[in-house]
């Protein structure tokens, strides 16, 4: 048995050595003919990038083509990347178009040549290796949690087992720990929109850790993606507020000093309002985003020491096959960790939203009718 689990964690590395060992080699060669030093810079920022084809394992010239969609100066051109894939142009009808180079301002991105200079499409909708990864990513999330679903409806109350168990495990760890006991009577309102989020999260971390498809996007780590989602938190939060939310953003129960004649706290609620999105962006983004580049750098360490000798470079590559795997090993878990707090700050925004104030709580203590408890139901025992 731990024979087994050796041999798989070997093999799961050796499927992240050899891809990064093509790219270094290849970029090796290109800039040994300059500096003869390895462009470290340069593969981890294409690793962590985005692209317009999905790089194929262990062959760095070639790539599982994508859609490219953008609107030129004589209009809509649709074709596949790998006509573009690697310096080579590609014109549609009286149109040119290329991916930019290094030198370029827009590195990266595809662009049309006019008259010799390169102009930035108008729109570019284009289907890039990270949207397929957000794609698959939601696919993956309804899959999972539509087996659950199907399983009750066709099992009843009967627990499911095996993976089927396993996400309803975590679904009511979510609920029952972290939205019920949160915001309460309202858990039901917001639980669809913080569960999603969780499992949307936790399914882009996991697939960025796996270097082969449909794997290998850094969609946590592209600050792109958190930003989006911070932003749908914001929304629900503010949208939804109640009317004592408000109250104390721009009236709150602070001495008169501190808002008149200078309104210094409700300034500085106005300004957590938009803190609290930012801080949800920056803490997704760095913390997947660095796990992934520990990771890159501890490999390129064997390419980077290869100069040094054979003892040398063999002494480096155990060291960093270790610590790579370790490190490999602490992103899983750390996906889960994040997934969770993501969604555990997200609940605390939208139950301050949610707040009634001290006048509201008191009044529905005193009416068992009042909105949001439930009605007495006439079995009480009365004194």
Avoid at 30 to 44: F, H, L, N, T
Avoid at 59 to 80: A, E, Q, T, Y
Avoid at 110 to 126: A, H, L, M, Q
Wanted: glycine share 8%; net charge neutral.
């Amino acid at each position: 048995m731990k024979r087994n689990i050796l041999a798989a964690i070997a093999m799961a590395f050796v499927a992240l050595l050899l891809p990064l060992a093509g790219r270094a080699s290849g970029h090796e060669a290109d800039s040994q003919e300059k500096s003869g030093a390895v462009d470290a810079q340069g593969i981890i920022f294409e690793h962590l990038g985005d692209r317009y084809g999905w790089e194929v394992p262990f062959n760095h010239h070639k790539s599982i083509p994508l859609p490219v969609i953008v609107w030129g100066s004589d209009g809509l051109h649709v074709f596949s990347s790998a006509r573009v894939d690697h310096g080579k142009e590609y014109r549609d009808g009286s149109a040119l178009f290329r991916i930019a180079g290094k030198d370029s301002p827009y590195k990266g991105k595809v662009v049309e040549i006019i008259d010799g200079k390169e102009v930035k499409p108008t729109v570019d909708i284009s289907i890039t290796k990270n949207v397929c990864g957000v794609f698959i990513a939601v696919l993956l999330v309804i899959w999972s949690i539509l087996s659950v679903a199907r399983w009750h409806r066709n099992q009843g109350l009967k627990a499911p087992r095996k993976m089927t168990g396993a996400i309803e495990f975590v679904i009511l760890f979510i609920y029952d720990g972290v939205i019920k006991p949160t915001l309460k009577n309202k858990a039901n309102k917001f639980a669809p929109y913080l569960l999603t989020v969780f499992f949307f999260i936790l399914v882009m971390n996991l697939l960025g850790l796996i270097v082969i498809f449909p794997g290998g996007a850094n969609l946590t780590g592209n600050i792109a993606v958190t930003l989006v989602l911070a932003i749908i938190t914001f929304l629900i939060t503010n949208i939804f507020a109640t009317k004592h939310y408000w109250k104390e953003i721009f009236n709150p129960d602070v001495p008169w000093w501190l808002k008149w004649p200078l309104p210094i706290m409700p300034i500085i609620e106005i300004f957590g309002v938009f803190t609290k999105p930012a801080a949800l962006t920056v803490r997704l983004f760095a913390n997947m985003m660095g796990g992934h580049m520990i990771v890159i750098v501890l490999t390129l360490l064997i390419f980077i020491f290869a100069a040094m000798g054979p003892v040398v470079t063999g002494a480096t590559a155990v060291v960093s096959i270790i610590f790579s795997v370790f490190m490999l090993l602490i992103d899983v878990l750390v996906s889960f960790i994040q997934a969770y707090v993501f969604t555990m700050l997200s609940t605390l925004f939208i139950a301050l939203g949610q707040e009634e104030g001290h006048h509201e709580d008191h009044k529905k203590e005193e009416d068992p009718h009042a909105p949001g408890l439930p009605a007495s139901t006439g079995t009480e025992t009365h004194a």
